[in-house]
């Protein structure tokens, strides 16, 4: 086939061309032994076409071999990448988010009087509050009175209490949110930085529990004193009916007078 003059020459082949006519100049430099063959004569003939195609697969060996290692140095590199996404997190705040949560739900297993427990609260309320309340004697209803103002009292400091150890609690929130946002600022992997984001969750819902048990304790706090106003309501109720209860009523009678 015909090469158009305009179309460039493959460069592999131009470079060997351009090699083997520098081989033709300097016959002194080392050539591939198949570029000679015994001809007639026993006398060594050189092949030029031969010592071409010879370099001509020389280079695309060297070509192939290069592209060999190109691909094994990106595989070695893929598994230093996939060695450091399966990297553990080497800080974790396991250890001082159950801690606060262990010490918030001390201080609500701590509660006086009335505890948060179903049972107790129910069998309280049909015993010692509303209606309830009034159906003793003067001196019974005293000291019930006396004992839901202690349990009110008691409420409220276990509210305060409650709430203090929320708010010691967020100092080491602090810290260990600080911990681990520079642990994820400087994850080497997505091993690292799924775990850090998952302490960081972790973190959140500590704070979160710990505001239900503040409010959880303030409502119960608030609750126990409506309960105490509703009882004492009732007890007002039932010493006035006493005190307003004449009996038989007035019943008219024989009046006797000095001098009858």
Do not use: C
């Not at 290692?69 to 230093?80: S, V, Y």
């Not at 705040?93 to 427990?117: C, H, M, N, V």
């Not at 005293?142 to 929320?166: C, H």
């Not at 048990?213 to 119960?220: T, Y």
Request: charged share 15%.
């Amino acid at each position: 086939m015909t090469r158009n003059p305009d179309q460039p020459a493959h460069p592999l082949k131009l470079a060997a061309a351009l090699m083997v006519g520098t081989l033709a100049l300097t016959p002194t430099l080392p050539t591939p032994a198949q570029a000679f063959f015994f001809g007639g004569g026993g006398r060594i003939v050189y092949d030029p076409q031969n010592h071409a195609e010879n370099i001509l697969s020389s280079a695309l060996a060297l070509e192939q071999i290069n592209n060999q290692i190109a691909q094994i140095q990106n595989q070695a590199q893929m598994l230093m990448n996939d060695a450091l996404n399966l990297a553990n997190l080497p800080h974790s705040s396991l250890a001082q988010l159950q801690e606060a949560i262990g010490e918030t739900q001390r201080l609500l297993a701590d509660a006086q009087s009335l505890a948060f427990d179903v049972a107790n609260i129910e069998q309280a309320f049909t015993q010692d509050y509303g209606t309830a309340a009034a159906h003793d004697d003067f001196d019974e209803m005293i000291a019930g009175a006396r004992e839901r103002w202690e349990t009110s009292i008691a409420g409220f400091e276990d509210a305060l209490r409650v709430q203090a150890g929320v708010v010691g609690n967020i100092e080491g929130a602090r810290t260990q949110m600080d911990a681990l946002i520079r642990e994820s600022q400087g994850a080497v992997g997505a091993l690292q930085v799924a775990q850090a984001g998952n302490q960081l969750l972790a973190l959140q819902s500590t704070q979160i529990a710990d505001l239900t048990a503040a409010i959880a304790a303030q409502n119960r706090a608030e609750a126990l004193e409506a309960a105490r106003v509703a009882s004492a309501e009732a007890q007002g109720r039932a010493n006035l009916a006493r005190f307003l209860d004449y009996g038989g009523g007035y019943s008219p009678g024989t009046v006797r007078f000095f001098g009858d």
